[in-house]
């Protein structure tokens, strides 16, 4: 029997377990990589592991989420990563060289290799040919001080491409296609492996928009094979000693499998607000647009922006259109100061702001309220954008562009244009926005700790009984903006709990974090798909902060569920849904001889007010247990 590709990279660095679905397996990490917005904590979490040196072929710190300095904050945060980096032999990429994923294609991702990252678009490197992971800080800091990771052993779903893109279709429609099918929880638990003949028509950089939205179906990752098309790219960026040629086997059997034809796709658009509610921009029709926002780590390639150029040369932006664009890194910016493109872009009448995250994240280019703002960015929550009532689009480059012009959302293949093919270039070789850590060690070099970071909170040995308020009964798909908002006004705070803290789920109920303050132990009842979305930690770490114990929910997205069990907060699953209703805000839950229930199959739940019983499967791995019963990973690994 055939292995699939995925498979056959998670063999070649399989550390411990059985590589079958459903078992707890670990690997070795070759990379890692954090962002600026989670990086403050996993270093404040390597350093309390007192570890020498990391142990992984390369680890980065990148610099892109939180770029602008209103204050001393964000200056603060960057000095101490950069210290940490060079204490323990990890390079650090500084504020305006780009975007992480963006960066780390270009310079580090290597076919076959492992990588973690602490954002939950670190998948963006299965473009390249990479099991490339997101996780969360604390995971991504274990890595970094062990060059291990656990994970449980997903499924494999086959997506076979077939034949190749029309004028106007990009890949982005071929992901947004995906999650039309499978929706935002269908990868939970999976590797989405892309195969067929389809594959040959798309570039690298295409293959890693599909794999960087692969996150917004909850798969553990998504991987294209490498081939000749992955020789190109790393040649143009001078890197063609990191190639290796890898492929699934011709008889390799998957789980599930989807087939999608190229050929047949039109220009699509996810709909306010989730990135699953998709459907084609001609069905959608010609809604007005007020803002167009290009770049993120999805869309902000030299082919996604030489694209965006030629639509733009010789026109002008919509009188009631604001268009922004972020490329994604120095190195595209560069090239296109060098060919003309950034004046085609410009004498459009279009705003080109720095090689970073940006908008994505509601940090500025926030649309005015209630404005419809087309997005060539990878999620649509309600008010990430930093505008509550604004209604955000999902679509290509290519149609973000020529709506730009419009006015209105605008099908590209129905206007009539021609969309000229992007030559592939070389890119000139420039590392000077990357620190080196030459000479440094823990030895000679000083931590520097701004009076804004703070600690990070840390729980205690799981008591004998947990008893907990009921604070929040939440929906389905929650996500982790959701539970802890990220943007401009917050993200200054990412390296201060506390203060984070009082913010936490105030777009769904203002008066959670008061109520916790008073209850004193918390406990959160919520819905499907619970905590979908980023890797961000301080979605678990601020609940800790505010004393919540436990969480029963009917689903719980992957990554915030191991961000719930690293800090020693109990994610629960209902055994049976219905008993989800049956909850109000005050009752007092309790879970008795909690050490010994949460080694068994079935944890009791019992609300004190009615006296009833309730039934949650944990499914707990061993690892994750001996994690709970000393409250958190960091905990564990301090006793041993």
Same mark, same amino acid.
């Given at each position: 029997m055939g292995k699939t590709l995925a498979y056959k990279i998670l063999e070649n660095h399989l550390v411990e377990g059985n590589l079958s679905p459903g078992e707890e397996i670990t690997i070795k990490i070759d990379q890692t990589l954090t962002q600026d917005s989670t990086g403050t904590m996993v270093y404040l979490q390597l350093e309390a592991m007192e570890v020498d040196k990391v142990k992984t072929e390369l680890s980065v710190a990148y610099i892109d989420h939180n770029t602008l300095q209103t204050g001393f904050e964000n200056a603060d945060d960057h000095e101490f990563i950069k210290s940490v980096a060079k204490r323990h032999g990890v390079l650090f990429s500084k504020p305006g060289n780009g975007i992480c994923h963006q960066l780390h294609l270009e310079n580090y991702g290597k076919p076959g290799k492992t990588l973690l990252g602490s954002d939950s678009h670190t998948? $963006?490197?299965g473009g390249l040919g990479m099991i490339a992971i997101g996780a969360g800080g604390l995971d991504v800091a274990v890595a970094m001080a062990k060059g291990v990771y656990s994970l449980t052993a997903p499924k494999v779903v086959k997506v076979q491409l077939n034949g190749s893109l029309r004028p106007w279709v990009s890949a982005k429609d071929v992901i947004l296609y995906v999650l039309q099918q499978l929706t935002v929880k269908g990868g939970v638990g999976k590797i989405i492996e892309y195969t067929g003949e389809g594959v040959a028509s798309l570039s690298v950089t295409d293959r890693a928009t599909i794999t960087n939205m692969g996150a917004e179906l909850g798969a553990t990752t998504s991987v294209f094979p490498s081939d000749e098309n992955t020789l190109e790219y790393l040649k143009a960026q001078g890197r063609e000693d990191a190639y290796t040629p890898m492929a699934?086997?011709? @008889? %390799?059997?998957? @789980?599930?499998?989807l087939i999608v034809d190229l050929d047949k796709l039109t220009p699509l658009a996810a709909m306010p607000h989730s990135p699953d509610n998709v459907d084609a921009v001609s069905n959608i029709g010609k809604i007005k647009v007020d803002q167009v926002a290009i770049g993120s780590c999805t869309n902000s390639s030299y082919t996604d922006l030489m694209k965006v150029a030629a639509i733009l040369k010789g026109k002008k932006v919509h009188p009631d259109v604001s268009l922004v664009i972020s490329p994604g890194s120095s190195r595209i910016m560069a090239k296109m100061a060098e060919n003309g493109a950034l004046a085609d872009i410009i004498n459009a009448g279009a705003r080109v702001i720095e090689n970073a995250c940006g908008p994505c994240i509601g940090m500025g280019?926030?649309?005015?309220?209630? %404005?419809?703002?087309? &997005? $060539?960015?990878? &999620?649509?929550?309600?008010? &990430?954008?930093? $505008?509550?009532?604004?209604?955000?689009?999902?679509v290509s480059p290519e149609t973000a562009a020529i709506s730009a012009i419009t006015g209105v959302l605008t099908d590209g293949m129905e206007s009539g244009e021609a969309l000229p093919a992007i030559e592939a270039v070389d890119f000139e070789i420039n590392d000077n926005f990357v620190v080196y850590p030459t000479g440094c060690d823990k030895c000679n070099t000083e931590v520097a700790m701004g009076p804004n970071i703070k600690p990070f909170p840390r729980n205690t040995a799981l008591p004998e009984a947990v008893e907990a308020t009921v604070v929040l009964h939440a929906g389905d798909n929650i996500t982790t903006d959701d539970i802890m908002p990220s943007d401009s006004r917050l993200l200054p705070y990412r390296s201060n709990i506390p203060h984070l803290s009082n913010y936490c789920f105030e777009k769904i109920d203002s008066g959670f974090s008061a109520r916790c303050k008073e209850a004193g132990s918390c406990v959160i009842?919520?819905?499907d798909n619970y905590g979908q979305g980023s890797s961000r930690e301080h979605a678990a770490l601020a609940p800790l902060y505010l004393g919540v114990k436990f969480v029963v929910a009917k689903s719980f997205a992957r990554i915030h569920r191991s961000n719930l069990i690293n800090s020693g907060i109990l994610p629960l699953v209902f055994a049976d849904p219905a008993d989800?209703? @049956?909850?109000?805000?005050?009752?007092?839950?309790? /879970?008795?001889?909690?050490?010994?229930?949460?080694? %068994?199959? $079935? /944890? /009791?739940?019992?609300?004190?007010a009615t006296g009833k019983e309730y039934a949650t499967k944990p499914n707990f791995s061993e690892l994750e247990i001996n994690m709970i019963l000393k409250g958190g990973k960091i905990n564990a690994i301090k006793e041993g």
């Open positions: 998948p $963006t490197g699934a086997d011709p @008889d %390799a059997v998957y @789980d599930e499998e280019q926030s649309p005015r309220s209630g %404005a419809v703002s087309l &997005r $060539t960015f990878n &999620r649509n929550f309600k008010g &990430r954008s930093g $505008t509550l009532d604004a209604d955000v689009y999902l009842i919520g819905g989800y209703d @049956d909850f109000k805000l005050g009752d007092v839950l309790v /879970i008795e001889n909690a050490p010994e229930q949460v080694k %068994a199959e $079935t /944890i /009791i739940v019992k609300n004190k």
